[in-house]
């Protein structure tokens, strides 16, 4: 789909503010390490307020590479496990959305130019309709600084790997998989269109996250909002990626769009059986130019890099500072502390739960027993549409029947970050 060049104009606009707050926040890899940088923002034609024409918002920033192998997963709800930018990014702006609603219930004189409210009243129905959607010609678009992990990038990798590791990672080497069975980081890479575990070394335990390729297209699905926004927030979909360092030459950048297509795109347009309000909204895919001042290509210029950076920066617009994640915890975190709540990442499960429970009594739903898990909060929050989407997704007949699904004992903590012991199954 091609854009207006007013469209294009405008999220050139986004971007460059992308790159002034990333510069604000003072955030600098060490030397010669590269990162990833991924955003979230808004855009609206014209102003509901003031009948002009509205900036982009930018709602959510991040970078970061890494990712927890799931033998160091926390049952406690304070550890970041994927840090990769993408996934730190929604987040961020799932966190932004329920902070907007707080503050639209909080105040009878604060009008969002992003959210407004639908004609539902609050009511602990799961079946009933959210209170509260974008403001008609909002859109949602997403910056990434390089193409995601995961199935959106196996044909860039592939035409860039040499003859030996081309054969470490050929499919020829592994064992044969089932359709739907996923694929372990960049092994088997000409395997297209499947599911993928983030990647990692060889000889590193494996991470059970998936990767951003795969959660980028389940999002186009499900919407940004999560099971806690979906309590409150008609699907949030994602309007355009825009995604940066792709190759100027004609025929890899040929070989990227198809793959981003498929990847981001493809893979779900067949989803069947969604529930009303929900859809596959497809997100327009474009690449950008603009660099990005710490990515790879960029650096590799000045001075050879010599790995991705471990630290991962997280800013959520009108909250709390900015935060630098190491190793899934805010950095200077004492181990002795980790658990303590002045120390809790904001992006953390156990942050946004909390979130939750002020979001439900701002609505006036105070809904949460203090005895009430992270994972059931998440299933009694969801809606029943929500549900039903998700089983349309993962289920045995959707088209990511092969998602890998986090242990419940990894869910089963207390907004206060006590672990129970879990009793029954729930998926992610």
Known sequence: M???????????????????????????????QFTVLAAFFLTISTSHISNVRQPPKVISLSTGTKCMP???????????????????????????LLEEIGRISDSREYISEWLTRTDTTPSIDPDQPPRYKLRDGVEVNMYISTLPCGDASMGYLASIQDKTMAALKSINTFPVLAPHQASRGRDNYNRLGVLRTKPGRADSPPALSMSCSDKIAKWSVLGIQGSFGAKFLEPVYISEVVIGEVPLEQELRSVVRTDCERALRGRVKNTKD????????????????????????????????????????????????????????????PPRHRYAEKYRPLLSRISVFNLYYRTLNLEGLDLIQPQ??????????????YQRAKLALFGAEGPFAGWIK???????????????????????
């Open 406 to 428: 986090i242990d419940e004992e990894f869910q089963c903590f207390t907004m206060d970050g006590h672990c129970l012991k879990p009793t029954v199954s729930f998926e992610t």
């Open 70 to 96: 799931a033998i160091k997963y926390s049952p406690r709800g304070e550890l970041v496990h994927d840090s990769h930018a993408e996934v730190l990014a929604r987040r961020g702006a799932a966190r932004w």
């Open 274 to 333: 969604l529930p009303q309000g929900y859809t596959v909204h497809l997100p327009r895919i474009r690449f950008t130019q603009s660099p990005f001042v710490h990515s790879k290509t960029e650096l590799d210029i000045i001075v050879k890099t010599t790995g991705s950076c471990n630290e991962s920066l997280c800013w959520v617009a009108d909250s709390k500072p900015a935060e630098v994640l190491i190793n899934g915890l805010k950095r200077s975190t």
């Open 2 to 32: 091609e854009l207006s060049e007013s469209t294009e104009n405008e999220q050139d606009e986004a971007i460059e503010a992308v790159f002034q707050i990333y510069k604000g926040t003072g955030f600098k890899p060490p030397p010669k």
């Open 372 to 385: 009430v898990t992270y994972t059931g909060a998440k299933t009694a929050a969801s809606s029943m549409r």
